[in-house]
């Protein structure tokens, strides 16, 4: 069974910097894209960024510059530097990984469970 956990949230100062990191755990055969996505109370889930495992990594308009996403294929790991931080950065993140769980099985999209990161003074 795959699981995918996230790390890093937490509560800092506007213009402070937080790392998030997500590792997926399991059977897995093979990752294609990771990525990264928030959701404010009250709003959409909205895309952060995501980078796939051969091409251009994407990121959301309100976060290019600031944040930068990686990837370490051997861990299986996706995280996300996140510098001069922002009251609107405030959310829930969520990492999201296409895999394939086992060679049987179809690609599919798994998600972690989320964690919360606050910029507050």
């Known amino acids: 069974q795959v699981q995918l956990v996230e790390s890093g949230g937490g509560l800092v100062q506007p213009g402070g910097s937080l790392r998030l990191s997500c590792v997926a755990s399991?059977?897995?055969?093979?990752?294609?894209?990771m990525g990264w996505y928030r959701q404010a109370p009250g709003r959409q889930r909205e895309l952060v960024a995501t980078?796939?495992?051969?091409?251009?990594?994407n990121y959301g308009d309100s976060v290019k510059g600031r944040f930068t996403i990686s990837r370490d294929n051997a861990k299986n790991t996706v995280a996300l530097q996140m510098n001069s931080l922002k009251p609107e950065d405030t959310a829930a993140y969520y990492c999201?990984?296409?895999?394939?769980?086992?060679?049987?099985?179809?690609?599919?999209?798994?998600w972690g469970q989320g964690t919360q990161v606050t910029v507050s003074s």
């Open positions: 999201k990984m296409f895999l394939q769980p086992e060679p049987s099985r179809p690609w599919s999209e798994y």
């Open positions: 399991g059977s897995i055969v093979s990752i294609n894209t």
């Open positions: 980078i796939p495992r051969y091409g251009s990594i």
